[in-house]
């Protein structure tokens, strides 16, 4: 079993391995291992973004870019750092060795892929990720022997500055993988990516302006972040699923839509467990809560406590309450102990606009400001 790392700690390994090179003056390739959704794709592409920040580069996907705007990165290298993320799934052997041409009557040379004639640039740098590794047929997965660790393409040298990633998933995903040889699997480090915990889903989510009412319901029930079982023929949840609901829920007001529209890109039954969560608004009269904090006290459910808290960040986003709404909600919260509450509250509020937040908890005098803003 290869080491099991979180996802803070591969944007920190990944960096290391960037920044470090071997005996030969290389950098060492890294394997990334874990299940499907979870995100390792996600954590390359954000901690490539951070390592172009820091390099005083524009961040920019191959991928992801037309014809004329890879001429111009081709053409100014010096000015990217690029992340170039080859799915070998998709890859015959041949795509990868590139084709023979005739260079003589005596000779050939062999014409490869554009993006591989930019690794080789003096002044090139990035990411070369090679994706669903271990999905790829066993061919082309050897023909990447040479590129992690000669870092050549036929006569193509890849310049010093990349960095080589590879990523698959895990044998038990049943995802018709393919066992990597030992060869290839040495000459590299190996990691495993797992799931992450609500909490730190949380962090992910706020920084990436998730709707709140599923904020809400995985910290709520947690169990339902990830959630895989090949035996109830459902379609499974995952934190990719649930970025998918955040995307196709925006404007949706009906609760039978709600649970059509969930219920396609998550579980069936856990996209009802959230549907039924939404209409907990129904039972509850938040422009009382608002006047009267105390009334609290009457809420005993906790899933209705989850969804207090992420309904009336909506309402601060919407500038129907103010930060004294905040803190006497708050505080509230914390005469019953309810701290966890009070921290979730104030990470939604705190994503709608920090600087202000920020500023107003500096000013505020409420005793229970020290005890929170550790969670902030």
């Known amino acids: 079993m290869v080491k099991q790392i979180t996802h803070k700690q591969l944007n920190q390994l990944i960096k290391v391995y960037y920044d470090k090179k071997n005996i030969d003056g290389r950098k060492n390739a890294l394997m990334i291992y874990g299940t499907f959704g979870v995100g390792k794709s996600a954590v390359v592409r954000e901690t490539s973004k951070e390592i172009a920040l820091k390099d005083n580069r524009e961040f920019c996907e191959w991928n992801k870019m037309t014809d004329v705007e890879r001429e111009n990165v081709f053409q100014n290298p010096e000015k990217y750092f690029c992340m170039i993320d080859i799915r070998l799934s998709e890859f015959d052997s041949s795509d990868i060795k590139g084709l023979p041409d005739y260079h003589d009557n005596e000779s050939i040379i062999w014409k490869v892929s554009r993006w591989a004639k930019f690794l080789e640039l003096p002044n090139s740098n990035g990411v070369l990720f090679f994706d669903e590794i271990n999905l790829a047929p066993p061919l082309v997965i050897s023909s990447t022997y040479k590129i992690i ?80 079982n090949f035996e109830d023929n459902q379609k499974f949840t995952t934190e990719r699923g649930w970025a998918r609901v955040n995307s196709l829920i925006n404007g949706v007001e009906n609760y039978d839509d709600l649970d059509l529209v969930c219920s396609s890109a998550i579980s069936e039954g856990i996209a009802r467990e959230f549907s039924a969560f939404c209409k907990i608004k129904e039972q509850i009269n938040l422009e009382e809560i608002i006047k009267t904090p105390s009334k609290l006290e009457s809420v005993k459910e906790i899933d209705m406590k989850y969804f207090i808290v992420t309904a009336l960040s909506e309402r601060y986003k919407a500038k129907k309450i103010d930060f004294k709404n905040i803190m006497a909600i708050s505080e509230a919260l914390d005469k019953l102990k309810n701290c966890e509450f009070v921290a979730l509250f104030w990470r939604l509020c705190m994503r709608i606009n920090p600087k202000k937040f920020k500023d107003e908890i500096i000013k505020s005098k409420s005793q229970i400001i020290t005890k929170y803003t550790k969670y902030i």
């Open 149 to 228: 660790y000669d870092r050549v393409i036929n006569e193509s040298k890849i310049n010093d500055n990349w960095l080589i990633l590879g990523c698959g998933n895990k044998d038990e995903d049943r995802a018709f993988t393919h066992e990597l040889a030992s060869p290839v699997r040495d000459r590299g480090g190996e990691v495993e990516l797992i799931c992450p915990s609500a909490d730190s889903w949380t962090n992910w989510a706020l920084e990436n302006e998730i709707d709140s009412r599923i904020i809400g319901f995985v910290n709520f029930k947690p169990s339902v972040l990830h959630s895989v």
